[in-house]
């Protein structure tokens, strides 16, 4: 692992401390075997909290070989002992299984859905509105990923552990200060000159502030999950009313990971025009994936919500200075925001879905919020706080 064991113990601290676990707590912990040192890390530091902990390990030489070899007809199936694994859980720590993000783009897309259909039943426990589970999230760099991404390894580094690094406390007094801007608010309106100009409704919607903590109020109101690193303010806003077009520099595909570049999307009534999308190569596989997970979806949701508004996001972790393609990342660079598309019922919106797919703006936004007597307040200038 090139990730010194210093950093590993600070951040398996810093992913324990997240989900507030409380002794007695049955907790999954699972990653690729390139992560093992963090997971054994993390592992130790739940038995410290009187947690009980059970590790899973894949790795990219036998996930290569499993959507290589094995037909669709097992690897669409349930596995059931795995599904109890999770009833019987409190929370699931899940780190970045994959070394190599060049691997899976080589993997058949007809698996990759197959697989994903098999997984819905997780799914469905884990963001059960009443009895959902704690979960975690967790990016770690790679040599192999910081080369995919275009990037050295130290910036890589830097990145991912630097914002896992940021205290929880300072994220939250960051987002109140964005947070108390869309007090009362009606409608956003976010525009660039690159190709970004949008509008959508947030009126009744809560404020998420994604601190890197999953404190009992949030638990108690449905928010039970995070990802490190952390560092952004988000709502699920009205899914089926809002207009425009947002322009994406780089994104992952929802399924294969390829890197699709300088995507532009438009949506209307809050619903996705997946016929006017643009991209600079592999626009077939972002049509593709949306496709894909909305006849997923129409044989499990109704109404079918693939295509609609899920949430609108606004990044402000210190540390994550540029969008690379890395999602996880990309969402929490200040002066950015992200629309999503898919699910949101987990986060205080109403739609169900197998797609949430986040599409991060270029830097250097222009937002201002129409609040619910009328007034106009901006609230960014050119990626600037007002």
Known sequence: MAVGSKKIRACASNMVETCNLRRGENVIVKGGAHTQELMEEISLECYRKGALPIMMVTSDRY?????????????????????????????????????????????????????????????????????????????????????????????????????????????????????????????????????????????????NIDDGFVSKQDFDIGERGANLPAGELFFAPRETVGEGSIYCPVTQDRMSGKLIRDVHLEFRRGKLLLETAEARGDKDQLVASFDECEKIDSKKYSPVRTLHLAELGIGFNPKIKKAIGYVLTDEKVSGTVHLAFGHNKSFGGRSDSVMHWDFVSAPGVNIDVKKKDGRVVSVMTEGKLV
């Open 63 to 207: 996930t290569k070989a499993v959507y290589d070899e094995i037909p669709i007809s097992t690897l669409e199936r349930s596995p059931k002992h795995y599904i109890g694994m999770v009833e019987n859980a409190d929370t699931l720590i899940a780190i970045e299984e994959i070394d190599d993000p060049r691997v899976a783009e080589a993997f058949p897309r007809r698996k990759l859905v197959a697989r994903q259909r098999a997984m819905l039943p997780i799914l469905d426990i884990v963001y059960h509105p009443k009895r959902g589970k704690k979960w975690l999230y967790a990016g770690w760099p790679t040599r192999a990923a910081a080369k995919r991404y275009g990037i050295s390894f130290e910036q890589f580094e830097k990145t991912v552990i630097g914002g896992i690094s940021v205290p929880p406390k300072d994220l939250m007094v960051a987002g109140r200060r964005i947070a108390s801007r869309f007090r009362n608010a009606s409608w956003v309106h976010v525009w660039d000159g690159k190709g970004t100009d949008f509008r959508v409704k947030i009126d009744g919607r809560r404020a």
